[in-house]
């Protein structure tokens, strides 16, 4: 079943994950919210005074935390296809691909 992952990610499945996922987000008032708390939040941040050294580690943070966010939530998308997969191979409603052991 990997390799049908593996698969479905050289196939594009990225980008159908991003277009899916904006779709649910967009949509999705609590997210909404929280993007609008995120914006006000960071316009008080730029006017904070802090030193160059300073910014330079809050925003490195930031980033840091932003990217691993992001990984895991691409890793838990994929989980969910391989566990559904996985659940439609057990039923038999698919398939030609060999369950992971």
Do not use: P
């Amino acid at each position: 079943m990997n390799k049908l992952i593996e698969e479905l990610i050289k196939k594009g499945m990225g980008n159908f994950m991003d277009r899916s996922r904006d779709a649910l987000a967009w949509a999705d008032e609590t997210y909404l919210n929280d993007r609008r708390d995120e914006h006000e939040l960071e316009r008080q941040y730029e006017n904070l005074d802090l030193t160059e050294e300073q910014r330079k580690l809050v925003n490195d943070y930031i980033a840091c935390t932003l990217s691993s966010n992001q990984r895991y939530a691409d890793i838990s998308y994929m989980c969910g296809i391989k566990d559904t997969v996985s659940i439609l191979v057990s039923l038999g409603l698919i398939k030609c691909v060999e369950a992971d052991e």
